[in-house]
């Protein structure tokens, strides 16, 4: 019964998502509390990524921050989104993973609160970016991809039956009228991302 509840609200939540009728009707909090309206970033191309300071992914900050530099001018945000369901690998408050990224990475994009990803307190942002891309699985021909598949399988033998997102450093791209193009796992490839950016920008 518990179960089939849980499946009502969570189909229930991707209906309200699905309603939303653009992106940009999301109004996020950024690290120091300002309501900030994603219409703001309307014409720009979008990587929006849930993030950790303490995951074994945490050093693509670094790759980040390249694509950033890169091709900011040309029209990229990357919109960082703090977040501690996985493995609790973002403890602290905003200003100390602030502190920790910009400090050891040096990052310069936006930054946001801290948030929930999946389930009841989920961020309406990532629940919207979920009913567009659901999870596509991981490669498990991609050493890393096949240990997260195993790794999430002995936790959930259906984890990879929901759209939720599974882990650390999952992105989403959006283009410039606020279409979501693509979901990308955490084992994807900079390479592959930056390649879907250069098509868009």
Known sequence: MKKIIMTLVMAATFLAATAQQSIYDITVVDGVGQNVALSTYRGKVLLI?????????????????????D???????VLDFPC??????????????????????????PQFEKIDVNGDNASPLFTFLKSKKGFDGFDK?????????????????????SPDIKWNFTKFLVDQQ?????????TESIETIEQDLKKLL
């Not at 991609?142 to 195993?150: A, L, P, Q, S, Y």
């Not at 606020?178 to 955490?186: F, K, L, S, T």
């Open 141 to 161: 021909k991609d050493r890393t991809g096949k240990m997260m598949h195993v790794m999430l399988k002995a936790k959930d033998k259906d984890y990879d039956k």
């Open 71 to 77: 091709y900011a001018e040309k029209g990229l945000e």
């Open 84 to 109: 501690n369901q996985f493995g609790e690998q973002a403890p602290g408050s905003n200003e100390e993973i602030h502190e920790f990224c910009t400090s050891r990475y040096s990052i310069t994009f």
């Open 49 to 69: 990524v849930n993030t950790a300071t303490k995951c074994g992914f945490t050093p693509q900050y670094t790759e980040l921050q390249k694509l950033y530099e």
């Open 178 to 186: 606020g279409n979501v193009i693509r979901r990308y796992e955490p």
